[in-house]
């Protein structure tokens, strides 16, 4: 899983630049794929920044991302609920 936020202090490289240089031209397929699977976790009804706390928030996503995108690896639903409960704390 690769960080797709705007670029920051830290690292000024554009997300899609960033994931090229992991994955060359995959890049252009596996962006946009990223990119619609967080759509789609925020468009989740009821909204999971509307629970009860940031624990029972990183739970929900991790078991929704788990039932929806099997495909991905435990360290890939991490960083994907760490990541929403950073931006929705």
């Given amino acids: 899983m690769s960080f797709l936020g705007p670029p920051g202090v830290l690292d000024a490289t554009e997300p899609e630049r960033r994931v090229t240089v992991l994955l060359g031209d995959r890049a252009f397929d596996v962006v946009p794929r990223i990119r619609a699977m967080l759509a789609e976790l925020d468009a989740v009804t009821p909204p999971f920044w509307n629970s009860?706390?940031?624990?029972?928030?990183?739970h929900?996503?991790?078991?929704?991302?788990?039932?929806?995108?099997?495909e991905l690896d435990?360290?890939?639903?991490?960083?994907?609920?760490?990541?929403y409960t950073f931006n929705h704390k």
Avoid: H, I
């Avoid at 929900?60 to 099997?70: A, D, F, I, Q």
């Avoid at 639903?77 to 760490?82: C, D, Q, T």
């Fill in 74 to 83: 435990d360290q890939a639903v991490k960083a994907v609920a760490n990541s």
């Fill in 60 to 70: 929900n996503v991790e078991r929704w991302l788990r039932t929806s995108y099997p």
């Fill in 52 to 58: 009860g706390n940031l624990q029972d928030m990183g």
